[in-house]
């Protein structure tokens, strides 16, 4: 099925603001087996001069992929969810996620293509401090298989 | 802040062709599970056998965002700070699939400096490879060195 071709462009509002928690970062790591002391304690933060412990570089995906849910959760996109792969991720980081950051997303649909039938959404999250200091930016492909194929046909 | 880069390996010492150390993770079931809750990624692709089985998965797959990240430890154990990696990203050309048989699938990733940017900047390709495919290409992670 197409995608609704009137979301390409939409920019949605700043989400409600998301505290960044001390133990969030540390079950983050745990969950990768990462053992860095920069995500785990505060003076070795500071060691590194950074003011707080520091989140690992793709912890910007808690707060993203919740943010792009307004997008692809909306039924009147069309994207069929129990078909969609992640297909590409990037993040461009202005600074580091930290402990006890306050940030908000913003979400942009920066592309709504088809491609050898599949549908393929491209959107872009920009994370802001409260304050409005740019965080981070994060692109994410997403692609909804055409019905019929596995996702290993490519 | 002269403190800011402590521990970062030095731009001027590092030169191009220079491979990381490499690694070989093994991820289970319980792994994925683990990664869903910490990530808030509740996905039922990444855990349910009969959601695998309805697009005509093995198993449940394993989040391409905890591939690229296990990837990405590679670099920042190596740059000693997850604050040194600035920009990066990457392709999933092939999914995991992770059978719930107590034994799971190994994940093997390379790194290797490519090119020496502005300073302190240097470009690492980062290649993951899981069953004898590529799952993950990320030919351009940025890290600011010291």
């Known amino acids: 099925m197409p995608l609704n071709q009137t979301f390409r462009g939409r920019v949605y509002p700043a989400t409600a603001p998301y505290e960044v928690g001390l133990e969030k970062i540390r079950e983050f790591a745990d969950a990768l ?32 992929m919740r943010a792009e849910g307004q997008v692809v959760f909306d039924p009147t996109l069309g994207l069929d969810i129990g078909r969609v792969l992640h297909r590409d991720q990037k993040f461009r980081y202005s600074r580091s996620i930290r402990a006890h950051d306050v940030l908000t997303v913003t979400v942009s649909v920066d592309g709504i293509d088809e491609v050898g039938g599949n549908d393929v959404l491209t959107l872009s999250s920009e994370v802001r401090t409260v304050e409005g200091e740019h965080v981070c930016t994060a692109t994410s492909t997403l692609v909804s298989r055409a019905a019929g194929r596995e996702p290993h046909d490519d | 802040m002269t403190m800011q880069l402590v521990g970062r390996p030095s731009y001027d010492e590092v030169e191009r062709g220079l491979r990381l150390a490499g690694r070989v993770f093994t991820v289970q079931r319980k792994d994925l599970i683990q990664y869903g809750g910490a990530a808030c990624d509740y996905n039922t692709i990444h855990w349910d056998d009969r959601t695998a089985a309805a697009i005509g998965l093995p198993s449940p797959i394993a989040h391409g965002m905890l591939t690229m990240a296990l990837a990405l430890s590679v670099v920042t154990d190596w740059a000693g700070d997850p604050g040194a990696v600035v920009d990066f990203g990457g392709r999933f050309p092939r999914v995991v699939a992770v059978p719930n048989d107590g034994v799971g699938v190994e994940i093997s990733v390379e790194a290797t400096v490519v090119e020496k940017l502005e300073p302190p900047n240097v470009r690492v390709s980062i290649s993951v490879m899981s069953g004898g495919s590529r799952v993950l290409t990320m030919p351009r992670t940025i890290v600011a060195l010291r």
């Open chain 1, 33 to 64: 087996g990462d053992k860095n002391p920069v995500s785990r304690d505060v003076e070795a933060a500071k060691a590194h001069g950074h003011p707080e412990v520091v989140a690992p570089p793709t912890f910007a995906i808690v707060l993203t």
